[in-house]
């Protein structure tokens, strides 16, 4: 019987990354990305790319809007996002770009796609080592959400819980990278930028944390950037 993955693919280095780790797994992958009114909905045109690229078995955007609320610059327009940032400065806080409670809302919807689809794991592409520091990033969140994913499901209290897969979370940017080449992930398809035009900016924290990981393991970056 064929093993089953949900893959959460927003259609960055990481997530792209991830998808192609689980088929490697052995997994049919279901990819789940999501429309939820952000700034760069340009990445949305990346996740159909690589989900086509990966020719996976279905892929859901589902869409909601948290926008309506704010609290983050990716959702909210009258928030500038940091850019020209050093590495260092980075690593200082939480940024304004962590948008609330994402991740867990994520989970949630492929919690409910995976009971369905009867997928035995949940794929991820957090990663503990960004210097963005998102909270919903740590292995403390993602052991945590595992207990509820065990307690809050059909499949958890007959015993067979689904579990949430974190290929990257120890990773470095550039051990991501040199994975995905591994696993063949076609980056000229992937998208980082948080602006949200039709070429990354170069300069906003998640450009510069993808720049500087190419740049260190002396290899181009397939996208354009603008500056």
């Known amino acids: 019987m064929a093993k089953t993955a949900i893959v959460l693919l927003s259609g960055g280095l990481d997530s792209s990354t991830v998808l192609y780790q ?3 797994d052995g997994y049919t992958c279901h990819a789940i990305s999501f ?3 952000q700034r760069h909905r340009r990445e949305l045109d990346a996740a159909h790319a ?3 690229a990966a020719a996976v078995r279905t892929h859901q955007v589902v869409q909601f809007d948290l926008s309506q609320w704010g609290g983050s610059a990716l959702t909210d327009s009258s928030l500038d996002l940091p850019g020209d940032r050093s590495l260092a400065d980075m690593a200082q806080d939480i940024p304004i770009t962590y948008v609330p409670a ?4 994520f989970l949630s919807f492929a919690l409910a796609l995976a009971e369905v689809q009867q997928a035995e794991r949940i794929y991820i592409g957090v990663n503990a080592l960004d210097y963005s520091g998102y909270p919903d990033c740590r292995p ?3 052991q945590a959400m595992q207990e509820a994913f065990r307690l809050g499901t059909k499949q958890g209290r007959e015993g067979t819980p689904i579990i949430i897969q974190t290929p990257l979370i120890n ?5 991501i990278i040199q994975l995905g080449n ?4 076609p980056w000229e398809k992937t998208w980082s930028c948080y602006a949200g035009g039709e070429v990354a900016c170069g300069v906003c924290d998640s450009c510069q944390l993808r720049r500087a990981a190419f740049d ?3 290899l181009t970056d397939p996208i354009p950037y603008a500056q």
């Open 22 to 24: 689980a088929q490697a």
């Open 35 to 37: 429309d939820y009114q």
């Open 50 to 52: 690589i989900a086509q």
């Open 102 to 105: 994402r991740n867990t809302i």
């Open 140 to 142: 403390d969140y993602i």
């Open 171 to 175: 990773l470095k940017k550039t051990e």
């Open 182 to 185: 591994q696993l063949g992930v």
């Open 216 to 218: 260190s393991l002396n």
